[in-house]
């Protein structure tokens, strides 16, 4: 409720307070408590007592009195400037509360708050202390972990008790039917008719069971907690979380324990021999085979007298995982050892009756008539049934390529010749430069030899070239000599003469920009002069305003202390009012001298800024003199130095075109003898070209291999001429092709549809169609950006790598590719044609005092504003609300929330009712309770079962919740084909 503190708020130490949950529930007494004040003391034993009224401006949650928040619902909260000006008169904090986002992070966020303190004060950070619960959490984590293992062995122990428990029970209800084990078997039940009938047995028992201490420890767990937040920690708000996943770990453990522990006594009861167990048949039940009338006493009896037997022996089989994460660590030790305690009792108890259990005792005796044709049972003949199963659900991406290399490279001659030595076959792995053949040679010596003979000429020729020039350059480098020092001379004074008149200018320049710069300042100062003038004379008002404020406060508290004076001496009220009175006068009367002090010195400060502002306006003025008077001096020091550059300038360029006839004239005759050594280095670099280009061509006649890989496509024979490749118009066939067989990928096309579920790295499974028995497994390696069109259909060029890339595997091979899109593990799946789905829609209709004229069960119609009408039944009335099932087929309806006028036979009954309408898909199937099996003439249609479906493939769907493995569910009827009409 409210809000809490503002920036602002903290900096101008407002009067302002949140105040906790009970303060606000005893102060105020449930009224809105926002812009309300109260009054807070603060006392002291060595001076007065001070009052200080607070604006409620904010209400905190309720947070009850666990053991980190006991008391916070008493504490009101004040900014830390108003505590430290109201309350203390200091500002120093004794201590500051950080809180790191994560157990890991302590350290980091200590480290944080160190740099923190120590770059706000100027410091290392090291003059305070600092202080972590790190130590304390280490040693509640031991604590937890010993005693997560102290009570994982005593559920362990719990568990074998209890499995026990469930063999004793199967082995006394072995012995208690041997006579209907010995009668099923005589009418034809085979031995895994019995086995399965027993561990179904054992299965429905640890179910139930495990279902019974789920609730149990959910009960113990939330009771628990009740108790130690009334009894241990009074008020604290003990946490109690209902843990699903441990749930239905539970559950999965007590199946287990049933079927494990009913394996024996099934068994037991499967190797029975029917003319043994009928031998011991009492004569009061006798029966008759032939005649088809037998009295047998029926299931039903026996399971719910055994079913009290189990249940406190199958519970203990969930009550340690269904209350480990409900309660505290105290809790669940009481929890596992009341269970384990129980369990041993009863089985103790047991055995003193000597074999006879509690629901041998409890059992009735029931004689069932069967001459009406039990054991004659049939298949329904127009039922299909499919079996939830538990499995790996996949959707799939499947195509067809061809195994290919990776990595292949095609291997060709760079030269034409006879093959002279071939050193490979087909199919062997090669290295690296390993040399695969050879071409004959001796033609490409020869021309290699021809090569360096000509570059050697070519070296001689251009050393001649080299004299000659160095010869001439000597010649002529005298003449230029001379040129050029003249030229360095003139430009020397010219430099001279521009960096004197620069200096002078520069030194103008900086003084003109000294004089604007302490203008700029004169007239900042002048600014701030003026702002602080505004500013006095605001607060000279503020403080006026004040002054009155006070005084009216003053006069106040003089006629209340005069008021308290009278009603005194009339004894009508006590000295201490008088004296709180007076206390009160005095204060404001102190405020009101200070107010005027106050008054006076913001005057004279306005006074003082009013002179401040002359002076600076003095001052401008003679640095505007300043100014112009220099500015005039630069303006001549300008135009000297022009006069000067232009003079210097004229002399050195006579110098230069003196110096530029000369170096033309060195430069023709220089290009003349150049021309000799140009053409001498283009021969030399020519015949260097051609004796590399021979190099090459030789060494190219040994063909080595440019990646270690397989040899394959081998077409050569040693003798055979082969033709150079290296021709862009050449259409030679490589010799051989080289691949990397460790990395073999399928190179197949998927459909543009299909693209948004494919991704890189997703798993595939590849089929050859040589190894039609083997799976390899693959990845999505590679996907190609953009389509083409194949057959008329956009398609993405996809390599599929194979994992480990079997030896034998080779390229070309077709290969089939499933790439798995979404795969969930272990989950329960159901054929997509069992899953039917039903649209139904729900109005909630407001109808306020005209709730009295409907009914449940009620026909009712709904109109729009428009006239359109939806027809419904009303299902049930709460308060003045109407809940409305309406024939979802109805065109028209949609969600939300729309105005109508409610109808019934016709007639209305409310106008202008605002109804929330809900429409929702219910997915569902026909679950077979009667096993596919059809009694009599009355076939059994299943039960309607909601059930929450999760991802489909195209075949499969996946179950979330409603149902569980083994269920049977039945197919909807297929629509018979219509006949065809003539």
Same mark, same amino acid.
Not at 503 to 520: F, G, K, M, R
Not at 536 to 560: F, M, P
Not at 647 to 676: C, P, S
Not at 865 to 871: I, Q, Y
């Given at each position: 409720m409210g809000r809490f503190f503002t920036e602002e708020e903290v900096e101008n130490a407002s009067t302002v307070t949140v105040i906790g949950y009970k303060l606000y529930d005893e102060v105020f007494k449930g009224e809105d408590p926002i812009g309300k004040e109260m009054k807070a003391t603060r006392t002291t034993s060595w001076g007065p007592r001070y009052d200080v009224r607070l604006t409620v401006i904010g209400v905190m949650e309720e947070k009850g009195d666990a053991m980190d928040t006991e008391g916070w619902d008493e504490r009101f909260i004040i900014p830390l400037t108003t505590f430290q000006q109201r309350f203390t008169g200091r500002k120093e904090v004794e201590r500051i509360r950080v809180e790191a986002a994560s157990l890991d992070e302590v350290e980091i966020a200590k480290e944080e708050a160190k740099h923190i303190l120590g770059r706000m004060h100027n410091n290392s950070g090291e003059e305070y202390q600092y202080w972590t619960a790190q130590e304390e959490l280490a040693t509640a984590e031991k604590i937890g972990d010993t005693m997560k293992y102290l009570m994982g062995g005593i559920a362990l122990i719990a568990l074998f008790v209890a499995g026990i428990g469930i063999m004793n029970i199967m082995l006394v209800s072995v012995t208690e039917r041997t006579k209907e084990i010995g009668l099923r078997k005589a009418l034809g039940a085979k031995r895994r008719d019995i086995l399965m009938q027993f561990l179904i047995e054992a299965l429905v028992l640890s179910i139930t069971g495990g279902i019974f201490g789920a609730i149990l420890g959910i009960f113990l767990g939330k009771g628990s907690a009740m108790l130690i937040a009334k009894f241990v920690w009074e008020g604290s708000n003990w946490p109690s979380v209902i843990s699903y996943s441990t749930m239905i770990i539970a559950m999965g453990v007590s199946v287990s324990i049933g079927v494990i522990f009913g394996l024996y006594p099934a068994y037991r009861a499967a190797i029975l021999m029917p003319i043994e167990a009928l031998r011991e048949v009492p004569g009061d039940e006798g029966i008759k085979i032939a005649g088809e009338e037998f009295k047998l006493a029926p299931l039903a009896g026996r399971f719910w007298g055994q079913l009290l037997d189990s249940l406190v022996c199958a519970a203990i089989v969930a009550i340690p995982f269904g209350a480990w994460t409900r309660i505290g660590l105290e809790g669940t030790n009481i929890v596992l050892w009341v269970a384990a305690s129980i369990a041993l009792l009863y089985l103790l108890f047991q055995d003193a009756l000597n074999g006879r259990s509690l629901g041998k005792r409890l059992m009735k005796a029931q004689v069932v008539d069967s001459k009406k044709g039990v054991g004659k049972k049939r298949i329904a003949a127009d039922k299909r049934i499919e079996v939830v199963r538990n499995g790996d659900f996949q959707k799939l991406i499947s195509a067809t390529g061809n195994l290919e290399a990776l990595i292949d490279v095609e291997v060709k001659a760079?030269?034409?010749?006879?093959?002279?030595?071939?050193?490979?076959?087909?199919?062997? !792995?090669?290295?690296? +430069?390993?040399?695969?053949?050879?071409?004959?040679?001796?033609?490409?010596?020869?021309?290699?030899?021809?090569?360096?003979?000509?570059?050697?000429?070519?070296?001689?020729?251009?050393?001649?070239?080299?004299?000659?020039?160095?010869?001439?350059?000597?010649?002529?480098?005298?003449?230029?000599?001379?040129?050029?020092?003249?030229?360095?001379?003139?430009?020397?004074?010219?430099?001279?003469?521009?960096?004197?008149?620069?200096?002078?200018?520069?030194?103008?320049?900086?003084?003109?920009?000294?004089?604007?710069?302490?203008?700029?300042?004169?007239?900042?100062?002048?600014?701030?002069?003026?702002?602080?003038?505004?500013?006095?004379?605001?607060?000279?008002?503020?403080?006026?305003?004040?002054?009155?404020?006070?005084?009216?406060?003053?006069?106040?508290?003089?006629?209340?202390?005069?008021?308290?004076?009278?009603?005194?001496?009339?004894?009508?009220?006590?000295?201490?009012?008088?004296?709180?009175?007076?206390?009160?006068?005095?204060?404001?009367?102190?405020? !009101?001298?200070?107010?005027?002090?106050?008054?006076?010195?913001?005057?004279?400060?306005?006074?003082?800024?009013?002179?401040?502002?002359?002076?600076?306006?003095?001052?401008?003025?003679?640095?505007?003199?300043?100014?112009?008077?220099?500015?005039?001096?630069?303006?001549?020091?300008?135009?000297?130095?022009?006069?000067?550059?232009?003079?210097?300038?004229?002399?050195?360029?006579?110098?230069?075109?003196?110096?530029?006839?000369?170096?033309?004239?060195?430069?023709?005759?220089?290009?003349?003898?150049?021309?000799?050594?140009?053409?001498?280095?283009?021969?030399?670099?020519?015949?260097?070209?051609?004796?590399?280009?021979?190099?090459?061509?030789?060494?190219?006649?040994?063909?080595?291999?440019?990646?270690?890989?397989?040899?394959?496509?081998?077409?050569?024979?040693?003798?055979?001429?082969?033709?150079?490749?290296?021709?862009?118009?050449?259409?030679?066939?490589?010799?051989?092709?080289?691949?990397?067989?460790?990395?073999?990928?399928?190179?197949? !096309?998927?459909?543009?549809?299909?693209?948004?579920?494919?991704?890189?790295?997703?798993?595939?499974?590849?089929?050859?169609?040589? !190894?039609?028995?083997?799976?390899?497994?693959?990845?999505?390696?590679?996907?190609?950006?953009?389509?083409?069109?194949?057959?008329?259909?956009?398609?993405?060029?996809?390599?599929?790598?194979?994992?480990?890339?079997?030896?034998?595997?080779?390229?070309?091979?077709?290969?089939?590719?499933?790439?798995?899109?979404?795969?969930?593990?272990?989950?329960?799946?159901?054929?997509?044609?069992?899953?039917?789905?039903?649209?139904?829609?729900?109005?909630?209709?407001?109808?306020?005092?005209?709730?009295?004229?409907?009914?449940?069960?009620?026909?009712?119609?709904?109109?729009?504003?428009?006239?359109?009408?939806?027809?419904?039944?009303?299902?049930?009335?709460?308060? +003045?609300?109407?809940?409305?099932?309406?024939?979802?087929?109805?065109?028209?309806?949609?969600?939300?929330?729309?105005?109508?006028?409610?109808?019934?036979?016709?007639?209305?009954?409310?106008?202008?009712?605002?109804?929330?309408?809900?429409?929702?898909? +219910?997915?569902?199937?026909?679950?077979?309770?009667?096993?596919?099996?059809?009694?009599?003439?009355?076939?059994?249609?299943?039960?309607?079962?909601?059930?929450?479906?999760?991802?489909?493939?195209?075949?499969?769907?996946?179950?979330?919740?409603?149902?569980?493995?083994?269920?049977?569910?039945?197919?909807?009827?297929?629509?018979?084909?219509?006949? +065809?009409?003539?």
């Open positions: 760079n030269v034409a010749g006879e093959i002279v030595k071939l050193y490979v076959n087909d199919g062997d !792995y090669v290295e690296k +430069d390993q040399i695969l053949l050879e071409i004959d040679p001796e033609q490409y010596v020869e021309e290699k030899n021809q090569a360096e003979a000509d570059v050697n000429t070519a070296r001689a020729q251009l050393r001649q070239a080299e004299l000659s020039i160095m010869l001439k350059t000597e010649e002529l480098d005298s003449a230029r000599q001379q040129a050029e020092d003249n030229v360095k001379i003139v430009r020397s004074n010219l430099r001279t003469t521009l960096a004197t008149s620069q200096t002078q200018i520069t030194s103008a320049e900086t003084d003109i920009q000294t004089t604007l710069n302490q203008l700029d300042q004169d007239n900042i100062a002048l600014e701030q002069a003026k702002i602080e003038l505004n500013r006095a004379e605001i607060r000279l008002a503020e403080l006026e305003t004040e002054l009155e404020s006070v005084k009216v406060e003053r006069d106040n508290a003089l006629s209340e202390r005069n008021r308290n004076k009278e009603l005194f001496e009339k004894k009508l009220v006590s000295k201490r009012s008088l004296e709180e009175a007076e206390s009160r006068y005095a204060n404001a009367e102190s405020q !009101y001298k200070t107010a005027e002090k106050r008054l006076e010195s913001q005057r004279q400060t306005v006074n003082s800024q009013n002179k401040t502002i002359d002076t600076r306006k003095s001052a401008i003025a003679n640095r505007e003199l300043t100014k112009t008077y220099r500015q005039l001096n630069l303006k001549e020091l300008h135009e000297m130095r022009k006069a000067a550059e232009e003079e210097k300038n004229l002399q050195l360029q006579i110098a230069q075109t003196r110096l530029a006839e000369i170096e033309d004239t060195l430069e023709n005759e220089k290009t003349v003898t150049e021309q000799g050594e140009v053409s001498a280095q283009a021969n030399l670099l020519r015949r260097r070209s051609s004796l590399k280009n021979q190099e090459e061509f030789l060494e190219w006649t040994t063909i080595k291999a440019p990646m270690a890989g397989t040899v394959t496509l081998l077409e050569i024979e040693e003798g055979e001429i082969v033709t150079s490749g290296r021709s862009a118009f050449s259409q030679s066939p490589p010799l051989m092709t080289i691949a990397d067989l460790s990395k073999m990928v399928v190179k197949t !096309y998927i459909n543009e549809v299909d693209m948004e579920r494919l991704g890189m790295n997703q798993k595939a499974n590849i089929k050859a169609d040589a !190894y039609k028995d083997k799976i390899y497994e693959g990845r999505v390696a590679e996907i190609s950006p953009s389509g083409e069109e194949r057959d008329n259909i956009i398609t993405f060029e996809v390599m599929v790598e194979v994992v480990g890339s079997p030896s034998e595997l080779r390229p070309g091979m077709s290969a089939d590719v499933d790439v798995i899109t979404y795969e969930e593990k272990d989950v329960l799946m159901l054929p997509i044609d069992a899953v039917q789905e039903e649209t139904s829609a729900i109005a909630t209709a407001k109808v306020g005092a005209d709730v009295d004229a409907f009914k449940t069960d009620q026909e009712i119609e709904l109109k729009t504003l428009t006239g359109k009408s939806f027809n419904g039944k009303v299902t049930s009335i709460s308060g +003045d609300r109407l809940t409305i099932s309406l024939d979802s087929s109805q065109r028209g309806l949609r969600d939300g929330e729309r105005t109508f006028t409610l109808l019934v036979n016709g007639k209305q009954k409310a106008d202008g009712v605002s109804t929330d309408i809900k429409i929702t898909k +219910d997915k569902f199937v026909m679950l077979d309770s009667a096993g596919g099996i059809e009694i009599g003439n009355d076939a059994s249609k299943g039960k309607r079962v909601s059930i929450e479906v999760g991802e489909q493939n195209e075949t499969d769907v996946t179950i979330k919740s409603g149902l569980v493995e083994d269920d049977r569910v039945i197919l909807p009827k297929r629509q018979a084909p219509a006949e +065809d009409q003539f």
